[in-house]
């Protein structure tokens, strides 16, 4: 028995191989057309001020419209494009959409604020990144302080003497840096203190527990101190429910993004409020609390 057990699962185990594979190479195959296909887009979502309720942040997210399974996530496609090096042109497509869409938006008279752009540890590490970034300012015409880029921690993991470079370069060029999905990876706190990074993003798994177990909280609040002793913001991430909002305001956590406020959106789809009478932009939040 033991024997066809293990027999039998050895074979389940290696057809899933083969589908797996097979689906990443279709993946990998179907990117390279993807950019000049027009199939990605970007969707914004809103990081607001906990205090006074306004957005000061716009996130670039984006989506792939695949020709045959549709919209896919980029949980599901980013890692394959770090693995085969196409996240390089795919980023360079993100930065420059995102910046000529915020160069937009001011030009329309809204308030500016920033556009915080995920940046991949690949693409940071590539040689030409820094000019990259600035080529695409000057070209979108967006001032660099409405630009952050968003790295994840586990790039402090990485003692790279090129990396530190490149950071201090931006910060030169007068563009932000935060750190995504803070507390799941091992930060060198040396590092953070060190760089002087402008915002922390406590990862949403965070969040999710602050109503469910004691840990949540213990760590959020911490994360929060932490942020402020080295003179950082801090970013929530994954606000869903109004009780999450109470204490993280309570925890004087800084700014906020979460379903709570907006889901993220296409760009058109961001109603900004009107509220002054000839028709300018008075206040910068979007209508879309419950994103729709
Ligand atoms: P991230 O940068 O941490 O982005 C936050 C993710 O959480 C987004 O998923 C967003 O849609 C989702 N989210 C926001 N609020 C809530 C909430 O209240 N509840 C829940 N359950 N989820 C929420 P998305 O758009 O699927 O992106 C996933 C990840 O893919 C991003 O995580 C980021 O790491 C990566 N990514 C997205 N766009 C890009 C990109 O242009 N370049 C690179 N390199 N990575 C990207
Ligand atoms: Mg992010
Ligand atoms: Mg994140
Ligand atoms: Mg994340």
Redesign the pocket.
Known sequence: YTKRYGKNNYTVYSKELDLNTDYKLTIERDLKSAISNLEFMLHYQPIVNLKTGEFNTMEALIRWNHPKFGLVSPDDFISISEESGQIVSIGKWVLHTACSQNKKWQDLGHPPFKIAVNISTIQLQHHSFVETVAEILAETGLDPKWLELEV?ESILMEDNEALKDSFLKLKAIGVSIAI??FGTGYTSLSYLRQFAFDRVKI??SFINDIGSDLNGKAITSTIIALAHKLNMGVIA?GIEEEGQLTFLKEEQCDDGQGYYFSRPLPAELHKFETTRGDGSFASASTTHRDGS
Do not use: K, L
Request: aromatic share 0%; net charge negative.
């Open positions: 994840t995504d999905d990862d949403r991430e």
